[in-house]
């Protein structure tokens, strides 16, 4: 487990006022292989809609839900991909090189 912290903006002090941050709370009570697929659908989300919402404070966002899969990916690979469509990670890997409109 790791703290991962970005702007305000993108990573608040609400999410940070316990002892843990609240990620890291769902990979207790949930599991990896759901916190990295919620991961993977939080980037998805921000990337969606960032053109008609917060523009680069959503892709900002994003990148912090692709680090963290990254992270996950990183303890657990095989247990990850094993359970993550693999359309989805190819959208996560081109990401983390810039987004394409």
Do not use: T
Request: aromatic residues 14%; glycine residues 4%; proline residues 2%.
């Amino acid at each position: 487990m790791g703290v991962y912290y970005m702007s305000d903006a993108i990573n608040p002090a609400h999410y940070r006022q316990e002892k843990i941050q609240c990620i890291d709370a769902m990979r207790y009570i949930f599991g990896d292989i759901s916190v990295a697929n919620f991961c993977v659908c939080n980037a998805f989300k921000y990337l969606w809609r960032f053109e008609d919402k917060n523009g680069d404070e959503d892709i900002d966002k994003a990148k912090w839900y692709i680090a963290e899969f990254k992270r996950l990916l990183s303890e657990n690979a095989d247990d990850i991909l094993a359970d993550l469509p693999q359309n989805m990670y190819d959208v996560m890997l081109d990401a983390e090189y810039g987004i394409k409109k």
